[in-house]
């Protein structure tokens, strides 16, 4: 969730279960301001609904996907202005996990859902590799400053991956020292950052040599292009039981 300085509002984001985030607005005394979904997973918009209620509370959603909680359907390019919480957010469209996916980035925020996840990538579900790599190169592009905000804490097992893929990679192996530590005090590792990523996430890495090289040994064949490499990376990962 987002909050406001005063901390009086605050906007939800991909809220799959209504309860937890009741149960933090009445404990905080928070108002619930608007819902942004990224895309259709009920682990991503099953609260939505329930948390809107008779209140009209705005629920922005890709438009491109069937959500029935969705009020304000969001499509590439769309600007969200959220006075509530003092964030101004442009809609993109990064289709790849689904088809319909997209992020909100803004204030120095990205909200990603299942595209980028630290260290890692979401699944292809239901777009195609070319998706996928397109939509995270655009992502990798933002600021380095960008505090990235996805759907999962899927951060050491992701790092587990990464370090398969860049052994030697010393940024990657710093990050999971820090992760454990975080961790072990039962505290978030997120957000990462676009600059941190760029550093250690693999699919945000397909034109270093060492990564291609990776892909390239688990593939048994040569990749012609950085999207081949995304491929056989991600192949790789929805088999890797490291």
Not at 22 to 46: N, Q, Y
Not at 210 to 229: P, T, Y
Request: net charge negative.
């Amino acid at each position: 969730m987002v909050c406001n300085d005063a901390r009086t509002h605050v906007v939800a984001v991909d809220p799959g279960d209504a309860r937890p985030v009741h149960d933090f607005l009445r404990h905080e005394r928070l108002a619930l301001a608007a819902i942004l979904c990224t895309h259709h997973h009920a682990d991503h918009v099953g609260g939505a609904a329930e948390l809107a209620g008779a209140d009209a509370i705005p629920v922005y959603g890709p438009a491109t996907e069937a959500i029935g909680a969705v009020t304000h359907p969001a499509r590439e390019g769309d600007v969200l202005a959220l006075p509530a919480v003092g964030l101004t957010l442009r809609v993109l469209e990064i289709p790849g996990h689904t088809r319909g996916h997209i992020a909100y980035e803004g204030g120095g925020f990205l909200f990603c859902g299942d595209t980028l996840f630290s260290a890692g990538c979401g699944r292809l579900f239901e777009g195609t590799a070319a998706q996928m790599h397109r939509s995270l190169s655009r992502l990798a592009a933002l600021p380095e400053a960008t505090e990235v905000y996805c759907g999962h804490e899927y951060t050491l097992a992701n790092l587990r991956f990464a370090l398969a893929v860049e052994p030697a990679n010393r940024d990657a192996l710093a990050y999971r020292q820090e992760a454990q530590a975080l961790q072990s005090q039962d505290r978030p590792t997120l957000p990462s950052t676009i600059g941190r990523e760029r550093r250690i996430n693999p699919f945000l890495r397909t034109t270093e040599p060492g990564v291609r090289k990776a892909a390239e040994q688990q593939a048994g064949q040569r990749l012609e292009d950085d999207v081949a490499v995304f491929a056989a990376l991600r192949r790789w990962k929805d088999n890797y039981r490291g």
